[in-house]
């Protein structure tokens, strides 16, 4: 049984391993882990609970060489067994401070879903860079709905770089900015 504090400590670990990989090993990724890294999506939180968003898996290699033309022909991107766009349903709704829900609400997911996936020992890039109408028509993504983002995993042997950060002194301060 975990006791709270062993959850927190866990999941620092697996923040800190995560990094963004650029090149992917010829290994496939089993149903079940793919369908835990979906579990970790859909139990994102999002704001009013709409969970304005779709996860649409593509596996099939003839279509992420597809995608992979549309993220402008990067090699790492066919490597990767799993590609899931993380897309909206709903890009109208204005939190109560006046911003766009959904690409926080997006954010919360594909962050759950990476962070899954590190955990069962897969490497996750997150990908913006492509052709949005692209993914739109490859996917039959709705008219009017996002592709926010694209989660690029699968097994990888790259070593992390370690994480150039901003030191704590400059990102937080305390009761005033
Ligand atoms: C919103 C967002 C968009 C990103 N887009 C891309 C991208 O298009 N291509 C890419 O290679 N990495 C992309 N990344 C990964 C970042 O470049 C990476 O997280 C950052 O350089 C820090 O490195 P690390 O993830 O290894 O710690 C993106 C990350 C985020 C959060």
């Given at each position: 049984m975990y006791?709270?504090?062993?959850v927190m400590k866990d999941i620092l670990a697996v923040i800190r391993?995560?990094?963004?990989?650029?090149s992917f090993l010829d290994r496939e990724v089993a149903d079940d882990v793919v369908d835990r890294i979906l579990e970790a999506g859909?139990?994102?939180?999002?704001?009013?609970?709409?969970?304005p968003w779709r996860f649409v898996v593509v596996r099939d290699l003839a279509k992420r060489q597809l995608i992979s033309q549309?993220?402008?022909?990067?090699?790492?991107?066919?490597?990767?067994?799993?590609?899931?766009?993380?897309?909206s349903t709903n890009i109208d709704y204005k939190m109560p401070n006046g911003q766009t829900?959904?690409?926080?609400?997006l954010s919360f997911a594909?962050?759950?879903?990476?962070?899954?996936?590190?955990?069962e020992g897969l490497a996750c890039c997150i990908n913006t860079t492509f052709d949005e109408n692209e993914i739109r028509d490859l996917l039959t993504v709705p008219y009017g709905m996002r592709v926010v983002l694209l989660l690029i995993l699968g097994h990888s042997d790259e070593k992390?770089?370690?994480?150039?950060?901003?030191?704590?002194?400059?990102?937080?301060?305390?009761?005033h900015w």
């Open positions: 006791t709270s504090y062993k391993s995560r990094f963004s990989p650029h859909r139990l994102a939180p999002s704001a009013k609970n709409r969970q549309a993220a402008y022909n990067e090699p790492w991107i066919v490597q990767a067994p799993v590609h899931v766009a993380v897309c829900a959904y690409p926080i609400d594909a962050a759950f879903m990476a962070l899954q996936a590190v955990d992390p770089t370690g994480h150039e950060r901003l030191a704590k002194s400059r990102i937080v301060s305390f009761e």
